[in-house]
């Protein structure tokens, strides 16, 4: 997913509960749809819920907070949690239930990475697709 020219920034804020994810893709969902980007509507639900998933897992983030930039062409988002550390791609996917979710981002987006947040000690970071 990408973005170009002047974006429409929409925010969204969830608890950070096992319903959270679901709540959080759907909303982006309706944003896409309204926005006209129907076809892009299937990945982002699926990264939203991977990145928004990990979060429940691993972090002690008490809200999830999700900036959506929306443009002409494409949507930009931005998942921010608690845990300062860099993301990196496995070696290897085995047939376990987890660590596929970066896979999935790689596959399914233009591209993705992660920001640090909090100097000079990190206190969080975003992932964004």
């Given amino acids: 997913m990408s973005s170009s020219s002047t974006p429409l920034t929409v925010r969204l ?39 928004v998933t990990n979060v429940y897992r691993h972090t002690r983030t008490r809200l999830v907070y999700v900036r959506a930039a929306v443009t002409e062409k494409g949507v930009t988002v931005f998942v921010r949690d608690d845990l300062p550390c860099v993301l990196a791609m496995p070696d290897v996917v085995d047939f376990c239930e987890g660590g596929r979710g970066l896979f999935l981002l790689d596959s399914l987006t233009d591209s993705w990475g992660t920001r640090i947040h909090g100097a000079p000690a990190p206190t969080g970071k975003d992932v964004w697709f």
Avoid: P, Y
């Avoid at 509960?17 to 309706?30: H, I, K, V």
């Fill in 13 to 51: 804020i969830s608890a950070n509960g096992a319903f959270a994810a679901a709540l959080l893709r759907d909303q982006l969902a309706a944003l896409l749809r309204t926005t006209g980007h129907e076809t892009l509507v299937d990945s982002a639900r699926l990264c939203m819920s991977e990145v």
